[in-house]
Structures are given as C-alpha cells and as structure tokens.
C-alpha cells in the first residue's frame, strides 16, 4: 500500500477537492494523512454526499469486531493500531475511508485512504421465458450479498393486517434479507410499503433520490402476479409486466432498461443503513 501526503496546509473542502484527493491516491491501495487543521467530519459529510452513509469501522480507538473483507477491513491495514475513528463506503470495486489516525509521531490527524473491494462478477440477466429463475437468490448473487437475513422476525401478518391487503412475497424476501438501506448506495428499499398512492391503485414498495416511485399495481387477489408500476419524477407511470425482485435484478444490470442502473456502477451492492451507521 502507498502513502501519499496532502501538502496544503490550508484546505477548503469541496467536492472538488475531494475528486483531487482521490486522483492522487490512484485506484490502488493508498492512504495520506490531512493537514491537522482539517475537519474530519467536513470530509465525512462531503463523502456521506457522494456515496450514501458509511459503515463505522473504528471509534474511539477501538476496531468494530465484526469487521471483515466484506466490510472494509482492507481500509485498516495501513494504520495497525493507530486508528482512532475510520468510517467505510462501499463504491463499487473500491473502499474508501477517512477519519482520524495516529502518525508515526503519535499525532491524531484526519486521514483519507482507499482499498481494492472484491466483488463478484455480475450475473446475465436470465431470458423472460424463463419462469424458474429464483429471482431473490439472483439478486443476492449479483450485489454479492454474504450477511445473514437482516430481519428475519418481520411480522408481516401484522403488516398486512394493518394495510388491509396481502403483499408479494418476493418483496417480504428482499425486506427479510437486505433489511433498511439501498441497492447501490441509490435505491431505497421501503420496509413496508407506502400507501400515498393508494388512490391510483399502486403501493410504493421502492424509490431514489431521483424522485422515481417503484410500486405495484395492485391488482387481483394474488400479489405475486401485482406489476410492477415507477411513477416517475414527472408523474408518468411506466408499466413493467414482471415482479420487483426481477425488476431490481434487471435496472442493475441491463444497461437497455429504460431505469438502469447498470450505466452508472460496473458492480452492485446493497447498503444497509444499520450496518453503515
């Protein structure tokens, strides 16, 4: 791992400078100490804004025991001991981290370091005609998903009870599996859905930043046969004949669906926002 040193002693950060910091760390493994006067958590926010909430590895000196490969524990190495506070984010085939460290004089100064993050190699999509795929298990493959079920104890008949309907179960799986974050640090997975467009027949089971609405139409008797419906920023309802685990698995990887989100990231994750914080 290489080491490089920021040499401003006086640094306004911006995004800007955030996109230059990085550029001089390479996409290697590499980490530089920061000028003393830099506030660390100024970093943290930029970096909160860029690539979602990040997963604390150290604090206060003391190394989070569940940290593993697949949670960021490359961003340690470098610093041994010496970490104070490092907070993660997973950003497609790389970690990045910042916080605090203790330099070889035994100073605490804000840090910025990268590392290679492994990640599996996508999935094809598999044919429409094929109706046996398991679209769940192809969708923890293809986010390289390796963590227990997150909410294995939801009580959906409670759930259902209260909003007066049954709902697919592939979505149950998602919420069970993933729990509360986003696919790709982008798409927020709604741990029940929300009924805001109940009036127009559709329950928002998802949604981004961009403002798209994922629902269903929830049509019929048996939710596992609802489709999917995005209500999109400039309330437009874009009909998809297939469920919302096959509709995820295809926006991350068929760089041809109208809602992709295979243009942007090269490979998928889920962040779960427990885990980040």
């Known amino acids: 791992m290489s080491v490089r040193c920021a040499s401003l002693s006086a640094m306004e950060l911006t995004q800007a400078t955030v996109n230059d910091l990085l550029a001089q760390l390479g996409p290697g493994d590499s980490y530089m100490y920061l000028p003393s006067d830099l506030d660390p958590q100024d970093l943290t926010d930029l970096l909160d804004g860029r690539y979602g909430a990040a997963r604390t590895l150290v604090l206060d000196g003391f190394t989070d025991p569940t940290v593993d490969e697949s949670r960021g ?34 100073a605490e100064r804000p840090v910025l370091v990268v590392a290679h993050r492994e990640v599996p190699e996508p999935l094809a999509v598999a044919p429409d005609e094929d109706e046996d795929v398991d679209w769940m298990e192809r969708l923890i493959r293809i986010t390289g998903w390796t963590r227990p079920a997150q909410r294995p104890d939801v009580d959906w008949a409670e759930v259902e009870s209260r909003l007066g309907t049954a709902l697919p179960s592939d979505y149950k799986r998602m919420v069970e599996t993933f729990g509360e974050g986003a696919f790709d640090g982008y798409l927020d997975l709604n741990q029940e859905p929300w009924t ?4 127009d027949g559709l329950l928002i089971w998802a949604g981004t930043e961009h403002e798209d609405l994922y629902c269903w139409r929830a049509d019929g008797d048996d939710p596992d046969r ?52």
């Open 73 to 106: 524990a490359a961003l340690l190495v470098p610093f041994e001991d010496r970490a104070v506070k490092i907070r993660a984010w997973a950003y497609g085939d790389q970690w990045v981290g910042t916080g605090t460290a203790r330099d070889a004089k035994g």
């Open 196 to 199: 805001d467009l109940r009036r």
């Open 226 to 277: 609802w489709p999917v419906v995005v209500r999109s920023f400039d309330n437009k309802d874009v009909p998809f004949d297939c469920q919302a685990a096959k509709f995820v698995c295809r926006i991350l990887i068929d760089p041809h669906h109208p809602f992709t989100m295979a243009r942007y990231f090269d490979t998928h994750w889920f962040m779960n926002y427990r885990e980040s914080g």
